[in-house]
């Protein structure tokens, strides 16, 4: 009976959990798929092309997007509760920022991309289309997100991911980098296009009944938020294109701060491959990344109960429930480091087998020596997930940007004095040590933060 009496009181979260797990796979599983395919059909030396290139492109796409996408999701999520006039107009805003911020970038790869990246100048004009349906995509996932529209968001990226897995492979096989490149516009031109078209609004109740009802239940005046409201009565909203300054300067001032953590995030972590790729340990490269995208999928889990929670995390910091949030903090920490410890066991017991079946041909002693390596930063990066995900989801990106900056810019420097002097590994040892005790120091860090505020 107990278990029973939780599930109908967590119904709603688990069921969005479910759908944001198929929605994940629909987009890492299937990129996971797709790099596979890459790995198997091209050669090793391609395959690191492939990742220093495709690393160039999504550098540029921190500036396309520079943190809206996120940012729409929170305050979608925000205005549901106490603002429904903007939440009407936040899409229509939100996308004139990331076109302003597309075409610029767009127009600084055209221009600029011959002389910064001359062997691979081509390649990148093959994606220059992802600059802009790149972004889209995600705002979309993120107001899609931040309304709790799991199931049509997971549907829509499922299917469009197996379709374009089956493209992809016909494209690499035939045409082997250029197709490889070609199936990522492929991909997330027909994820725009379907997010897009299936997007019809939101519903939200009607003020009107809601507060009338709210009166009689309460007996006189009622001063509340829209979140607490009886939500018996819902009206179908559909966005208005009409520019609007106070929601164009709370996204544009928050996605800024998540705009420069993205940047410092890729710095702090996504920066290696440039270096590596600089120093021409191309091959090399498909190693690090086989071994990031592990992680990746390692983190899968996390990510979406952190997705699937953080808007309910809004709306509790919101209304200052703050013995709520920290007991989600002490639950999901314990959370995280049962399931590390257990991803990280399973993947000790299968890493032979897989690579052997799977990934034979990069299964070399230097491949094994780095998986060895890289576990103390796979626990770790497993461990802070959900927790970042609730830091931004209770307002505190500027935690988040303020310590990027500072590891970001530590790996940078580390990054360059360890390659030149000290080759390939030496760029390993002190980008794992840096990201380790970095991610143990933020979780430390936010739970002083939070444990400040007065519980309600």
């Not at 840096?434 to 979780?443: A, G, N, P, T």
Request: aromatic share 22%; charged share 15%.
């Amino acid at each position: 009976m107990t278990i029973l009496k939780k599930y109908f009181t967590q119904k709603e979260t688990i069921r969005n959990i479910f759908w944001r797990t198929l929605q994940t796979f629909g987009m890492q599983g299937i990129t996971f798929l797709f790099f596979i395919i890459c790995a198997y059909l091209l050669t090793p030396y391609e395959f690191g092309i492939y990742n220093y290139v495709l690393t160039i492109i999504f550098l540029l796409l921190i500036f396309a997007d520079f943190g809206v996408s996120k940012a729409a999701s929170k305050y979608v999520a925000e205005y549901y509760t106490i603002a429904q006039e903007k939440l009407k107009v936040t899409l229509f805003n939100s996308s004139l920022i990331i076109l302003i911020f597309s075409i610029i970038v767009l127009i600084f790869t055209v221009i600029f991309g011959k002389y910064l990246f001359p062997k691979y100048y081509n390649y990148l004009l093959l994606l220059i289309p992802l600059l802009i349906f790149y972004p889209f995509t995600f705002l979309f996932d993120g107001i899609y997100t931040g309304l709790k529209r799991f199931k049509e968001a997971s549907i829509i990226f499922l299917i469009i991911g197996f379709i374009t897995i089956i493209v992809a492979f016909i494209l690499i096989n035939n045409y082997g980098l250029s197709g490889a490149f070609i199936s990522w516009n492929i991909f997330y031109f027909l994820l725009f296009i379907v997010l897009f078209l299936n997007y019809s609004g939101y519903k939200i109740p009607s003020i009107s009944s809601a507060v009338a009802e709210a009166k009689a239940e309460r007996g006189g005046e009622v001063d509340c938020v829209l979140g607490d409201l009886p939500r018996k009565e819902e009206r179908l909203y559909r966005g208005v294109y009409k520019f609007n300054n106070i929601v164009i300067k709370e996204i544009g001032s928050y996605s800024l701060i998540l705009g420069i953590s993205g940047l410092f995030y890729f710095l702090s972590s996504r920066v290696d491959i440039l270096f590596i790729g600089h120093f021409n340990y191309i091959t090399e490269i498909g190693y690090y990344e086989i071994n990031y995208k592990i992680l990746l999928l390692l983190l899968v889990p996390f990510t979406i109960i952190g997705q699937v929670i953080a808007p309910d995390i809004t709306r509790n910091f919101s209304n200052k429930n703050y013995t709520l949030i920290k007991k989600n903090f002490k639950k999901y920490i314990l959370f995280s480091l049962i399931m590390s410890f257990f991803f990280i066991l399973i993947f000790i017991l299968l890493r032979d087998y897989l690579f052997s079946h799977f990934l034979v041909k990069y299964y070399t002693e230097d491949m094994k020596h780095l998986l060895n390596w890289m576990l103390p930063y796979f626990f770790t990066a497993m461990l802070i997930d959900i927790i970042a995900i609730m830091a931004i989801a209770t307002g505190h990106a500027k935690l988040c940007m303020y310590f990027i900056i500072v590891v970001g810019s530590i790996n940078v420097i580390a990054d360059y004095i360890f390659i030149k002097y000290f080759g390939f590994w030496g760029l390993i040892y002190s980008t794992i040590i840096i990201k380790s005790v970095s991610y143990l120091l933020f979780i430390y860090f936010y739970y002083r933060i939070l444990w400040r505020y007065d519980s309600t």
